[in-house]
């Protein structure tokens, strides 16, 4: 009954996000009554952004929650820990060289995020350990330095670029302004199957929860587990900057608060985080498309506003509790 009511309460939040987000902007358009130009901007225009807030949203928020099961710290986050700014500058890389490819343009700028979201994230393990052990406190800040350094590459990039500097300026702030069906259609294709890949492996990483000694005596092999988890936010977070932009702190709020209301277990926190962090994001994109009209704020400064507050609220009132 439990699980049927979030079910309910779900379905009813994604239904009114989506119908709002379709609703408002420059040209309000009915739900019940299409024109043939309400028809074009829907699905033109509308849709296909809607949908990447969604899986975008998503995406950022489960690999949030992969971050904090792994380290069992309520401020990891793919932002804080470099992750994004390694995926901006494989991004920044692969558009003012040149390495991507006319005909697979969007393809080759989604490997090289990849690619530069792992860089980013070995670089946070090899500063964050110490003695053969990590430190939650000392990877965090490792991931805020590498951040911080990544950041300062892509600004190099910026500098460097000609015609390239708005799409730059594009992935530093993160949006939704240039959606189409072809980057739509990577996010729907890639990033349910990691979802589903991350659920079904859930229970091993509540084991973890207990401890590593525990968890290697209950026959979970640890090192492959953490290793395979961080591979995959790595990739959920690489797909989701080369669709958006460097978007912050969805990956740090949704998860947390879906884990205070419906606790720690992950074949519970993992889908109900998903689907909360894409709704959280539709919401986000509709008013920053909407504060200022005609004119656009950039999605990641919302949600900056927003996370910031409660980011700042979390390291004040942390306490490491992340039992089931």
Same mark, same amino acid.
């Given at each position: 009954?439990?699980?049927?009511?979030?079910?309910?309460?779900?379905?009813?939040?994604?239904?009114?996000?989506?119908?709002?987000?379709?609703?408002?902007?420059?040209?309000?358009?009915?739900?019940?009554?299409?024109?043939?130009?309400?028809?074009?901007?829907?699905?033109?225009?509308?849709?296909?952004?809607? %949908? $990447?807030?969604?899986? *975008? !949203?998503?995406? &950022?928020?489960?690999?949030? /929650? =992969? @971050?904090?099961?792994?380290?069992?710290?309520?401020?990891?986050?793919?932002?804080?820990?470099?992750?994004?700014?390694?995926?901006?500058?494989?991004?920044?890389?692969?558009?003012?060289?040149?390495?991507?490819?006319?005909?697979?343009?969007?393809?080759?700028?989604?490997?090289?995020?990849?690619?530069?979201?792992?860089?980013?994230?070995?670089?946070?393990?090899?500063?964050?350990?110490?003695?053969?052990?990590?430190?939650?406190?000392?990877?965090? %800040? $490792?991931?805020?330095? *590498? !951040?911080?350094? &990544?950041?300062?590459?892509? /600004? =190099? @990039?910026?500098?460097?670029?000609?015609?390239?500097?708005?799409?730059?300026?594009?992935?530093?702030?993160?949006?939704?302004?240039?959606?189409?069906?072809?980057?739509?259609?990577?996010?729907?294709?890639?990033?349910?199957?990691?979802?589903?890949?991350?659920?079904?492996?859930?229970?091993?990483?509540?084991?973890?929860?207990?401890?590593?000694?525990?968890?290697?005596?209950?026959?979970?092999?640890?090192?492959?587990?953490?290793?395979?988890?961080?591979?995959?936010?790595?990739?959920?977070?690489?797909?989701?900057?080369?669709?958006?932009?460097?978007?912050?702190?969805?990956?740090?709020?949704?998860?947390?608060?879906?884990?205070?209301?419906?606790?720690?277990?992950?074949?519970?926190?993992?889908?109900?985080?998903?689907?909360?962090?894409?709704?959280?994001?539709?919401?986000?994109?509709?008013?920053?498309?909407?504060?200022?009209?005609?004119?656009?704020?950039?999605?990641?400064?919302?949600?900056?506003?927003?996370?910031?507050?409660?980011?700042?609220?979390?390291?004040?009132?942390?306490?490491?509790?992340?039992?089931?």
């Amino acid at each position: 009954m439990q699980q049927s009511r979030r079910a309910l309460l779900i379905v009813m939040a994604l239904l009114f996000s989506f119908v709002l987000a379709m609703s408002i902007g420059p040209v309000p358009i009915s739900i019940f009554e299409w024109s043939a130009t309400d028809k074009v901007i829907l699905f033109n225009l509308r849709l296909p952004r809607i %949908l $990447s807030a969604f899986f *975008v !949203g998503g995406g &950022l928020a489960l690999a949030g /929650a =992969i @971050f904090q099961g792994l380290f069992r710290n309520p401020i990891a986050d793919s932002y804080l820990l470099g992750v994004s700014s390694g995926a901006s500058l494989g991004a920044a890389a692969a558009i003012v060289l040149k390495l991507a490819s006319p005909l697979a343009n969007f393809a080759a700028v989604s490997c090289f995020a990849f690619i530069g979201s792992l860089a980013a994230l070995a670089l946070v393990f090899y500063f964050g350990r110490r003695n053969g052990e990590f430190s939650i406190f000392r990877l965090l %800040l $490792s991931g805020l330095g *590498v !951040g911080l350094f &990544l950041s300062s590459l892509v /600004a =190099i @990039f910026m500098l460097m670029a000609g015609e390239e500097l708005k799409a730059l300026i594009f992935f530093f702030l993160g949006g939704f302004s240039s959606s189409s069906w072809d980057t739509t259609w990577v996010s729907i294709a890639c990033i349910p199957l990691a979802v589903l890949v991350a659920c079904y492996f859930a229970p091993e990483l509540n084991v973890l929860l207990l401890g590593e000694e525990t968890a290697a005596s209950s026959g979970v092999r640890t090192g492959r587990i953490q290793l395979f988890y961080a591979i995959l936010a790595a990739l959920l977070t690489s797909i989701s900057v080369s669709v958006a932009g460097l978007i912050g702190f969805v990956g740090l709020i949704v998860p947390h608060m879906i884990r205070l209301i419906f606790g720690a277990d992950h074949r519970t926190l993992f889908p109900l985080t998903f689907f909360s962090g894409g709704i959280f994001l539709i919401l986000c994109d509709t008013a920053a498309r909407t504060i200022i009209a005609p004119a656009e704020l950039p999605v990641g400064i919302v949600t900056s506003l927003v996370g910031v507050p409660i980011f700042l609220y979390l390291i004040r009132s942390e306490t490491g509790d992340y039992d089931l």
